[in-house]
């Protein structure tokens, strides 16, 4: 079974070929993906509206591109797979639309993915995929959670944030000292050059007792302290003060990730989202790895930020698991607010026309 995935929920438009095999994780032929962020570079952050036309414009070319890349036409893909959210609804209206559009012409069934279960499945796509079951820590620009994950589909979920997710963190931590949009790798690049003791910042929740996340507390004190250091501040102290913010989210994502593996008694975490790229946080979780026993699972660097490749594999896991059947209702729905562990609740009814 081919199955051909789409990914518009927000600034990155994604398409993937996969194959399912006999035996094992489902093969990626073939994947292409373009990022609008130069495009919204210059207004700071993504603008909706922007979003969804340059989706618009990139999904055609990009399955071409796909298609000849694999060496496969039209004719192969058996499903056409979308991000139904959560995310931007004007951007996921459009995958939803070109890939029911492209199935309907094609006759082939649809099937609408969840963005974070893409995320979420997306280490199976590296060379050491995990096995079930495991702690997922989920860290993307708009979610921060831990799940445990026993099987496609069977998803717990154990704490999350209850304000700003953690690239939401490392974004408006970067914005407010003054470096651009997308802040998370531009923070990470200059903390590389600052001391990560230098400001003592919060740790928010860390002592909670729970799973949860909040790093709402640690923007105010980034910006209480760039204000203090007002406009003479030098290179190093704003490298200090990237370098202090970072120290702040992963230990707080180590400690809580370690605790959610403590509680679940499980030994193997799977760590995916955009976040997962830090390098910080990778060398962190590592270590205590190494010094625990502990198994450490994360997607190939180009698969942990938005891409159309989780989305064609998670769709075709699904398929291949049974946990969702693809559908020739080309009426689709997108829903911008969607919790993981609502995967399987039915879209509210629709009224009538
Ligand atoms: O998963 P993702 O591509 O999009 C969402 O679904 O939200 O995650 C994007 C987030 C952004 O907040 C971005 O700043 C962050 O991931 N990010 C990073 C790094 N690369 C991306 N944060 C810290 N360090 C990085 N190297
Ligand atoms: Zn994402």
């Known amino acids: 079974m081919n199955v051909l995935g789409f990914e518009s929920s927000c600034d990155e438009t994604g398409v993937a070929l996969v194959s399912t095999r006999q035996v094992g994780v489902p093969l990626l032929r073939a994947h292409a993906l373009y990022s609008q962020v130069q495009m919204h570079a210059a207004y700071g952050g993504v603008v909706p509206e922007l979003a969804s036309r340059d989706h618009i414009r990139r999904a055609l070319p990009l399955t071409r591109e796909v298609l000849a890349a694999a060496g496969a036409t039209l004719a192969d893909v058996d499903v056409v797979a979308f991000t139904r959210g959560p995310g931007l609804a004007g951007a996921l209206l459009v995958g939803a639309g070109v890939a029911c559009a492209l199935a309907a012409a094609l006759g082939k069934p649809v099937l609408g993915v969840h963005h974070l279960e893409g995320h979420l499945l997306s280490p199976f796509l590296s060379a050491d995929p995990p096995e079930f079951p495991f702690v997922a820590l989920l860290v993307s620009g708009g979610h921060t959670q831990l799940m445990r994950v026993d099987a496609v589909g069977r998803y717990t979920l154990l704490g999350e944030s209850i304000d700003d997710a953690a690239g939401e963190a490392f974004d408006k931590s970067a914005k407010l000292i003054g470096l651009g949009y997308p802040g998370g790798p531009a923070l990470a690049a200059l903390a590389t050059q600052g001391r990560a003791g230098a400001y003592p910042l919060p740790r928010p929740l860390l002592h909670s007792g729970n799973l949860d996340f909040s790093f709402a507390g640690l923007k105010t004190a980034v910006l209480t302290q760039h204000r203090k250091l007002g406009t003479a501040a030098t290179p190093q102290q704003l490298a200090d003060l990237a370098a202090s913010a970072q120290a702040a989210i992963v230990e707080v994502l180590v400690k809580k990730s370690l605790a959610a593996l403590k509680q679940t008694g499980l030994d193997r975490l799977v760590v ?35 891409n159309g490749a989780m989305i064609a594999l998670a769709a075709a896991m699904r398929l291949q698991s049974g946990a969702a059947q693809a559908s020739l209702d080309y009426g689709f729905e997108v829903r911008p607010r969607w919790p993981l562990d609502q995967i399987d609740t039915p879209i509210p009814a629709r009224r009538p026309a």
């Open 272 to 306: 995916s989202g955009g976040v997962g790229a830090n390098v910080e946080l990778r060398r962190q979780l590592d270590d205590a790895a190494r010094r625990r026993g502990l198994r450490v699972h994360y997607p190939e660097l180009d698969f942990c930020t938005d």
